[in-house]
């Protein structure tokens, strides 16, 4: 498990991909002091395992899932990537609940200044959008937000100084892919109440779910 407070900044050494899978090598230092080999570190928001570790870095194998999932497909040899290992058991919980798994990839809007911020306009699929809520959490690029607006194919969030100067987003330019990983706990209450089987239009997908006669059924 992750918060999405990213801890450093790494550089992509090398990535080599055969097919539909590949290798990563990234250049790091803080992220690999207490690592060892099978730990989990998060790049750009997608948990990957680190397979070795070398002078000033570490390798991990990147699987067909998260090409296909995952904005690292596009990545190159000197990009800047967020990184973040996994959450101590008696470490601060400073941002949400991320688990490194991507639900997909959005694409940036705009950028908008607004006094010392900058508001980010993020377009996405329906499948994401629908799991996303004005001031509920969202993780983009690894990076924990929280979500000033929504509509019905974009949301919006506020990136202050500190957030831009420790993370790669406001290096990002309009059309560029992000990954985006939804709150966890939302997920879980939409698949209770059967709302991942609505459509656009909020119709029933026919995954059922809890109803108000299936609650009162149950607790009466």
């Known amino acids: 498990m992750f918060t999405g407070i990213i801890e450093e900044l790494g550089t992509i050494r090398d990535i080599k991909i055969s097919g539909s899978s590949g290798i990563i090598n990234i250049a790091a230092d803080k992220v690999i002091q207490g690592t060892q080999i099978g730990d989990s570190i998060a790049v750009n928001g997608v948990c990957l395992t680190v397979t070795r570790l070398n002078s000033g870095g570490f390798t991990a194998d990147v699987m067909p899932e998260t090409m296909k999932r995952t904005s690292l497909s596009i990545v190159g040899r000197g990009d800047k990537v967020n990184l973040e290992r996994a959450m101590a058991a008696d470490g601060r919980f400073g941002g949400h609940i991320v688990s490194g798994h991507i639900d997909g990839t959005g694409s940036i809007r705009e950028f908008r200044n607004d006094g010392?911020?900058?508001?980010?306009?993020?377009?996405?699929?329906?499948?994401?959008?629908?799991?996303?809520?004005?001031?509920?959490?969202?993780?983009?690029?690894?990076?924990?937000?929280?979500?000033?607006?929504?509509?019905?194919?974009?949301?919006?969030?506020?990136?202050?100084?500190?957030?831009?100067?420790?993370?790669?987003?406001?290096?990002?330019?309009?059309?560029?892919?992000?990954?985006?990983?939804?709150?966890?706990?939302?997920?879980?209450?939409?698949?209770?109440?059967?709302?991942?089987?609505?459509?656009?239009?909020?119709?029933?997908?026919?995954?059922?779910?809890?109803?108000?006669?299936?609650?009162?059924e149950y607790l009466g």
Do not use: C, Q, R
Not at 156 to 165: A, D
Not at 182 to 192: E, N, P, R
């Open 116 to 216: 010392n911020a900058v508001w980010v306009t993020i377009e996405a699929e329906y499948d994401i959008l629908k799991l996303i809520v004005e001031k509920g959490s969202v993780a983009i690029d690894g990076i924990s937000l929280t979500v000033a607006a929504v509509a019905d194919t974009f949301f919006k969030v506020s990136v202050i100084p500190h957030t831009s100067g420790e993370t790669t987003l406001l290096t990002k330019h309009v059309g560029d892919p992000v990954n985006l990983e939804t709150d966890i706990i939302g997920k879980y209450v939409a698949k209770l109440m059967g709302i991942a089987g609505t459509d656009a239009s909020g119709k029933d997908g026919g995954s059922g779910g809890l109803t108000m006669e299936k609650l009162a």
